[in-house]
T-cell receptor, first 115, second 113 residues
Framework: KAGVTQTPRYLIKTRGQQVTLSCSPISGHRSVSWYQQTPGQGLQFLFEYFSETQRNKGNFPGRFSGRQFSNSRSEMNVSTLELGDSALYLC??????????????FGDGTRLSIL | SQKIEQNSEALNIQEGKTATLTCNYT??????LQWYRQDPGRGPVFLLLIRENEKEKRKERLKVTFDTTLKQSLFHITASQPADSATYLCALVSTSGTYKYIFGTGTRLKVLA
C-alpha cells in the first residue's frame, strides 16, 4: 500500500512569492492534515481537511490556506512568503479526524527555503 | 502558557538498557496522547496512542504510561538497540474548549553499541 506522497520534495522561493504544495494521502484515507516543522518551533499543526472541508485549524496567519479535492488529495498554499516560512512542511493522512483517536500517517515533507 | 515539553533534547544510553522519555504538559485536558518516531529527513512514524482513561499501553518493546494527575506521559523502550536511535515526539489532542493538537519539542535518542 503506497504511503503519503508529497510533492515537490524541495522548493526554493523568494520573499513575496506564493507557493503551492501537494499531498496525496493513503488510499481510502479521508482526513488530510498539514504541519510546519522548524528547528525553533518544532512541529506545529496548520489545519485538517475531511471530505473537502476544513475541520480544524492551528494558530497560523491567513496567508496559509489549503483545500482538499473529492479524491482526498490536498494542496496547501502560502502567499506573500516571508523568510520565517522556511521550514519542512509535512502532510499526514488518516481514516478519520485527528480527534477521533486516529494515528496520523506522515509523508516525508516538502523542504521550503525562502531567499 | 500552554505547552508540552519533553524531558531533554538528547539522551544517550547503552545498548540493552531501557530508555525512558518524558512528556510533560500544562494547562491542557488531553483526550489522548500519541508517540511518534522521526528519523532525519523523514516524516514522523506513529508508534503508540494512549487515551486519558488508560494508565498503560504496550507494543512489543515499547510501553507508554499516562498520569493525568502529574500531567505526564512516559515512553519506555526496553532492550534498546542502535536501530532505535531517532527523535521521539509526543503529541497531545485536547478536545475540551478549543480543539488543539500540540506536539512536544522532541527527544533525540542515541543508543550506543
Amino acid at each position: 500500500k503506497a504511503g503519503v506522497t508529497q510533492t515537490p520534495r524541495y522548493l526554493i522561493k523568494t520573499r513575496g512569492q506564493q507557493v503551492t504544495l501537494s499531498c496525496s494521502p493513503i488510499s481510502g484515507h479521508r482526513s488530510v492534515s498539514w504541519y510546519q516543522q522548524t528547528p525553533g518551533q518544532g512541529l506545529q499543526f496548520l489545519f485538517e481537511y475531511f471530505s473537502e472541508t476544513q475541520r480544524n485549524k492551528g494558530n497560523f496567519p491567513g496567508r496559509f490556506s489549503g483545500r482538499q479535492f473529492s479524491n482526498s488529495r490536498s494542496e496547501m498554499n502560502v502567499s506573500t512568503l516571508e523568510l520565517g516560512d522556511s521550514a519542512l512542511y509535512l502532510c499526514a493522512s488518516s481514516w478519520g479526524l485527528i480527534y477521533s483517536n486516529q494515528p496520523q500517517h506522515f509523508g516525508d515533507g516538502t523542504r521550503l527555503s525562502i531567499l | 502558557s500552554q505547552k508540552i515539553e519533553q524531558n531533554s533534547e538528547a539522551l544517550n544510553i547503552q545498548e540493552g538498557k531501557t530508555a525512558t522519555l518524558t512528556c510533560n504538559y500544562t494547562n491542557y485536558s488531553p483526550a489522548y496522547l500519541q508517540w511518534y518516531r522521526q528519523d532525519p529527513g523523514r516524516g514522523p512514524v506513529f508508534l503508540l496512542l494512549i487515551r486519558e482513561n488508560e494508565k498503560e499501553k504496550r507494543k512489543e518493546r515499547l510501553k507508554v504510561t499516562f498520569d493525568t494527575t502529574l500531567k505526564q506521559s512516559l515512553f519506555h523502550i526496553t532492550a534498546s538497540q542502535p536501530a532505535d536511535s531517532a527523535t521521539y515526539l509526543c503529541a497531545l489532542v485536547s478536545t475540551s474548549g478549543t480543539y488543539k493538537y500540540i506536539f512536544g519539542t522532541g527527544t533525540r535518542l542515541k543508543v550506543l553499541a
